[in-house]
């Protein structure tokens, strides 16, 4: 039940388990997910050895229940503990529940119902069948090779793979995408005569509620279906793809649907035919209407062979340039998936103002667990803060809808960070990570400090530390504040990347200066930022409504974190903090190395706490991370000190 030996269990140890696993307990209901409930507790008892626990545990499955087809709601009176759900999804995840609340599950306590605020909670897994020659077998992965894919086939033992989807359940993930979104030879196939491997990986995924979801080329008609066109509107294609859906769900009665990424970065779209994104969308929409399956169609849309010479070309803009004026003209089972900053997952941007510009459209946010541009699963960098922050924006203002429930329509989805390490995600730590995103897609305005808390209870168990309390104070200090420290050793105030090209690790703060990418921050002798701003600039600031326009407009109404995404300024500027944008980058950069090794000894003093293999994993990372902060610190410093000829106020040694 939990895997393969030598696998972490992260935050399912068979301690976490105790608690249900020492009581009576009676299931009333049918079906597969039934079936999957039923192991859990046969499990958990199992590996109790004796029922000793007080009271009993009912689950019930009640199709009078109002509890949506995936909540429960979970009674705790004079010594019984019932889970009841209206469907088999919700008495899982009633039970994973009971988990997390360990010991607090058997005391009398309100009734209360627990349903999901967004439906599709996903993981998009950028596995790669073949080994890329640039990007390996994981575009943007750290955590070793894929779950599901290995020597060009399926890996033919999935025990892990029906571990990781227990994993997933646990945390409410209910979707998952098993290949890149940049559809190679090898991945375009898996639609056609390889869907066979893919049902295999679905089935193991489909025994803990997980839909199973396909990247597939816009071009596949071309590719593999020997048609000369891949117009959208064309009668041909349009039957190509009806018959390649029927294909997939006979094999795959519960699939989900598909992922597209189309007219970027080189991947075929349908403006090869003069056909609009929504045209491309609905194509593919269509063919998956009558099964129930669900489109989702990325809006990383930009010029990435852009003249860095050209400032009226914006990347940030280009989002909304090409998707705002489609409102309304996609189908109901097309969603657009839309990155939750303009440019491309960097430590600081603004919220994307597409989230907001399309109310006659179903929006999927688009999170980055896997640490491409934070750490590559080298530092430590708890993503939590950052996406609660996203999730809790209103576009439309104070009095407005946050992202989290604009996102009700499509839901929410993360990059996953997960590959075939032994510790799962690479860095022990990066499982927080993993954790607090099924979290935050079941409930967007969860505290992640809660969050935190709770993931420690599960995944660093009694049996491992004599001193809980000592450990969670450890833990806290380790995490909570790591995405801040993260940003103030690398790019300062939004202005973004400064790292090194292709591989994104470690500086390089004009490493993008002079490319096509569209990634510039502009630092001459005078200043440093781009000018984003409607009177003078690309005017990228006024895609926001009110009043998020007029704040973005001026340095002055900007916030400092964002000054440098919005506007270019002189090194004298002075911030609402009081401290000049130099001076900035100079305490922020020294500070964060100095919190990057404040962090590093407390971890060393919880050496008697913490599993020794898990201790030594994070103990020889952090030593990496001490390493390339420094050289963050002194590159950035010594560039802008260069730069500017403004020498730090505290006399440091810069080089």
């Not at 019930?60 to 019984?80: C, I, N, Q, V, Y």
């Not at 007219?263 to 075929?268: C, K, L, R």
């Not at 990435?304 to 914006?314: A, I």
């Not at 809808?401 to 989805?413: E, F, N, R, S």
């Amino acid at each position: 039940m939990t895997g393969p030996s030598g696998i972490d269990h992260a935050w399912l140890p068979d301690e976490a388990l105790r608690g249900i696993g020492s009581r009576r307990v009676t299931i009333e209901g049918d079906g597969p997910l039934v079936d999957t409930l039923r192991a859990e507790v046969a499990y958990a008892q199992a590996n109790v050895g004796a029922l000793h626990g007080n009271g009993d545990v009912v689950f019930r499955l009640d199709g009078d229940a109002d509890t949506g087809p995936e909540g429960f709601t979970l009674t705790r009176s004079r010594g019984r503990t019932t889970v009841t759900a209206a469907a088999p999804a919700g008495l899982l995840y009633g039970f994973f529940h009971v988990v997390r609340l360990g010991a607090a599950a058997f005391t009398d306590a309100p009734e209360q119902t627990h349903r999901p605020a967004l439906s599709r909670r996903m993981l998009n897994h950028w596995d790669n069948i073949d080994v890329h020659p640039v990007m390996g077998q994981v575009e943007r992965g750290y955590a070793g090779g894929s779950l599901f894919w290995e020597d060009g086939r399926a890996r033919a033992d999935r025990d892990r793979v029906r571990a990781y989807a227990r994993l997933l359940a646990a945390c409410g993930i209910n979707a998952v995408c098993v290949n890149n979104v940049n559809v190679h030879g090898g991945e375009a196939r898996l639609l056609t005569d390889r869907i066979g491997e893919v049902a295999a990986i679905a089935g193991e995924l489909g025994e803990y509620g997980i839909r199973t979801h396909l990247s597939v080329s816009f071009a596949a008609p071309v590719v593999l279906g020997a048609l000369d066109t891949a117009d959208p509107l064309d009668d041909g294609v349009r039957d190509w793809w009806r018959t390649a859906a029927d294909h997939v769900y006979a094999h795959i009665p519960d699939f989900g649907g598909f992922v597209v990424k189309a007219d970027s970065e080189g991947q075929p779209g349908p403006f090869a035919y003069g056909r609009s994104h929504a045209d491309g969308a609905n194509l593919i929409a269509d063919a998956l209407a009558p099964h129930g399956g669900t489109v989702h169609w990325r809006a990383f849309v930009y010029n990435h062979l852009q003249d860095w010479r050209d400032r009226t070309t914006d990347r940030a803009r280009a989002a909304y340039d090409h998707f705002a004026a489609l409102d309304g003209q996609f189908k109901d089972n097309a969603v657009l998936q839309v990155k939750h900053g303009p440019m491309d997952f960097q430590v600081r941007e603004p919220v994307s103002p597409v989230i907001g510009a399309l109310p006659r459209t179903r929006v999927a946010v688009e999170l980055q667990a896997t640490q491409e541009y934070t750490g590559q699963q080298r530092h430590v960098c708890a993503l939590a803060p950052m996406w609660s922050e996203v999730l809790g924006f209103r576009p439309e203002g104070e009095d407005g809808t946050t992202v989290g429930q604009l996102a009700d329509g499509g839901g929410l989805v993360a990059v996953s960070n997960a590959g075939a390490d032994p510790y799962w995600t690479g860095h022990p730590l990066a499982q927080f990570n993993l954790y607090a995103f099924g979290r935050l897609a079941w409930q967007p305005d969860a505290d992640p400090q809660q969050l935190l808390d709770e993931w420690t209870e599960l995944t660093f168990t009694p049996e491992e530390t004599a001193d809980p309390e000592r450990l969670r104070s450890g833990l806290r200090a380790v995490l909570r504040g790591s995405w801040e420290t993260y940003e103030k050793y690398t790019a300062p105030l939004g202005v973004g990347f400064m790292v090194q090209p292709g591989h994104h690790y470690g500086p390089s703060v004009d490493g993008y200066e002079y490319s096509p990418w569209g990634t510039y921050h502009f630092a001459d002798r005078d200043g440093i930022g781009v000018d984003r701003s409607r009177a003078t600039g690309t005017g990228y600031a006024a895609q926001y409504a009110k009043p998020w326009s007029q704040t973005y407009e001026t340095p002055e109404s900007c916030p400092d974190e964002l000054l440098l995404f919005f506007h270019h300024v002189p090194y004298g500027h002075v911030l609402h903090s009081g401290k000049t944008v130099i001076q900035h980058i100079y305490d922020t950069h020294f500070e964060g190395v100095e919190e990057a090794q404040a962090a590093q000894r407390v971890w060393a003093t919880l050496a008697d706490l913490v599993a020794p293999a898990r201790h030594a994993r994070v103990a020889e990372l952090y030593d990496e991370q001490l390493r390339s902060a420094r050289e963050w610190r002194d590159h950035v410093n010594s560039y802008f000190l260069r730069k500017s000829g403004i020498p730090d106020a505290g006399g440091r040694r810069i080089y």
